[in-house]
């Protein structure tokens, strides 16, 4: 420990050590298992390593710089190594060897690491379970926007985020780290650690915040007169290859942390990360996507570099290069099957619409695979485990005036006539509509609080077999049913998804 702990805005550095008694430590390095705690440990005696992970070796105390024999202890359960190379050899026997994972976490904390764990070795640990544990971690998609310069004629309080723009912000890890560092509090203490996984083209970083003023050991430890290890929270940041997004998880608290602090821990990096991203005459905010899930593949189709972005549910046939395919090209069946079927259906009863004949099962995963494209497969490893939407529609009113001049004359009106007084009520309808959605605190319609929510291991998969099962009229369902507006959470007025709770969309 340091004799002298001055309070500063430095960063936590990699080699500060935790002790290899605090249940959180133990508690991280449980969770992995033994190939994974030996690997680690190999990994942790790995030249580049080695500096923020010094192990416990015999201590030369003789005149001549060799082991000292009197100073080894009998009673020691495991005895230090004399070499890293000795120590590098134990390791790699021991995975050739069988046992059981609570012998190597008890070797790594009261052996060869018995002087504390370093926050490089700690964030080591959150990784390797994060690499095994895909789906242990909830992502919430940002999109990152650049903001309008100010207009000199118009009285515009504030910048707005131009979402017309093809500006992308240039990320260097040091000097987004050493920016994003001048955005924390002074009484807030982080460490940043960034990791390339092996399975996604995402570049993480973890960032470990602590309550205390001091940078030093005395930040860590449970007798600190500012904050200890014990209130710290972790947070998740994954920025994707080729992409204007950012993922970001929720906090998490290695004890017992109120609701209120993680909250302003995620506003806090939510603010400061567009901070760290600007430059002059460059300003860059953050946008919530509405977008969350435990599946990073699913966050990288919708929020990635590639074109499945602005190409969900059907449209999704269209966003593969290798497919040559055109939206002219017809994907609904022919006019006979459609024909024959649509009577069917007329004639069939609501509680028998089970597509059990083969034309009628045949019609509705064609249906499907309009409506879906090559989306929402059981078998992509892309699928959401949860929809909520909030349906904000009035009450339909009871006593609804019949249109003008819709009588049995109608029958006799020109064809031409007819469309044009179907494209103005068309026009009427969506003009009623705009000022329907603008008058929400309309207190005469009353709007029943109706709030769907769809679980499941692939939420839009799952949707997609009612369709072909025929439980689901896909003709008639709406969009955001198939996974084309790319959210998870939204407010449902007159059919359109609208951004909940101020998200923008």
């Known amino acids: 420990m340091a004799r002298l702990s001055v309070p500063t805005k430095a960063k936590l550095p990699s080699s500060l050590r935790v002790e290899s008694s605090n249940p959180a430590v133990i508690k991280s390095l449980g969770r992995l298992s033994r190939s994974s705690l030996i690997s680690l440990a190999l990994d942790w005696l790995d030249e580049s390593s080695l500096p923020n992970a010094v192990p416990y070796l015999v201590q030369r105390r003789n005149d001549?710089?060799?082991?000292?024999?009197?100073?080894?202890d009998p009673d020691d359960l495991y005895p230090p190594c004399r070499s890293l190379d000795d120590l590098r050899a134990l390791y790699t026997d021991m995975q050739t060897q069988k046992g059981a994972k609570r012998d190597v976490v008890t070797r790594i904390l009261e052996g060869d690491w018995r002087h504390g764990l370093t926050l490089y070795q700690l964030a080591m640990v959150d990784f390797q379970h994060l690499d095994h544990h895909p789906t242990s971690q909830k992502w919430t998609a940002y999109a990152i926007l650049p903001l309008k310069p100010p207009s000199k004629?118009?009285?515009?309080?504030?910048?707005?985020?131009?979402?017309?723009?093809?500006?992308?912000?240039?990320?260097?890890?040091?000097?987004?780290?050493?920016n994003f560092q001048q955005q924390l509090l002074p009484d807030v203490k982080a460490h940043y650690h960034f990791y390339r996984p092996k399975h996604f083209p995402v570049l993480l970083l973890r960032v470990f915040v602590i309550d205390s003023p001091y940078n030093t050991n005395l930040a860590l430890t449970d007798a600190g007169p500012a904050a200890n290890f014990s209130s710290s929270r972790t947070v998740y940041l994954a920025f994707p290859d080729g992409s204007p997004s950012l993922y970001i998880t929720k906090s998490q608290a290695?004890?017992?942390?109120?609701?209120?602090?993680?909250?302003?821990?995620?506003?806090?990096?939510?603010?400061?990360?567009?901070?760290?991203?600007?430059?002059?005459r460059e300003r860059f905010t953050l946008k919530s996507t509405n977008l969350s899930s435990k599946n990073l593949d699913a966050l990288l189709d919708?929020?990635?570099?590639?074109?499945?972005?602005?190409?969900?549910?059907?449209?999704?046939?269209?966003?593969?290069?290798?497919?040559?395919?055109?939206?002219?090209?017809?994907?609904?069946?022919?006019?006979?099957?459609?024909?024959?079927s649509l009577n069917a259906d007329r004639s069939r009863k609501r509680h028998g619409s089970l597509a059990t004949g083969p034309r009628?099962?045949?019609?509705?995963?064609?249906?499907?695979?309009?409506r879906f494209g090559d989306s929402a497969i059981v078998t992509d490893g892309k699928g959401v485990e949860k929809?909520?939407?909030?349906?904000?529609?009035?009450?339909?009113?009871?006593?609804?005036?019949?249109?003008q001049g819709l009588d049995d004359a109608d029958d006799e009106q020109q064809p031409q006539d007819r469309r044009r007084s179907k494209l103005d009520a068309a026009l009427r309808q969506a003009q009623a509509d705009v000022e329907d959605i603008e008058d929400e605190a309309d207190a005469s319609r009353w709007t029943p609080a109706v709030r769907l929510c769809f679980q499941g291991s692939h939420v839009f998969a799952g949707l997609r077999q009612l369709v072909e099962a025929g439980i689901v009229d896909g003709e008639r369902m709406p969009g955001w049913m198939t996974g084309e507006e790319g959210v998870t959470t939204g407010a449902l007025r007159h059919g359109r998804i609208r951004g909940h709770k101020g998200s923008g969309l």
């Open 64 to 72: 001549h710089g060799e082991p000292d024999s009197d100073n080894d």
């Open 153 to 178: 004629d118009a009285n515009e309080q504030g910048l707005k985020a131009d979402e017309k723009s093809l500006t992308i912000p240039r990320f260097h890890p040091s000097t987004f780290l050493q």
């Open 254 to 280: 290695t004890g017992p942390v109120s609701l209120g602090e993680s909250k302003s821990l995620r506003s806090l990096i939510v603010n400061g990360v567009p901070k760290a991203l600007s430059r002059p």
């Open 302 to 340: 919708k929020r990635g570099s590639g074109r499945a972005n602005a190409a969900g549910g059907g449209w999704s046939i269209y966003a593969d290069e290798k497919a040559q395919k055109s939206p002219l090209d017809p994907v609904l069946p022919g006019a006979p099957i459609a024909k024959k």
């Open 360 to 370: 009628e099962g045949k019609r509705a995963r064609l249906v499907a695979k309009a």
């Open 387 to 403: 929809v909520e939407i909030l349906v904000q529609d009035p009450f339909p009113a009871s006593n609804v005036a019949e249109p």
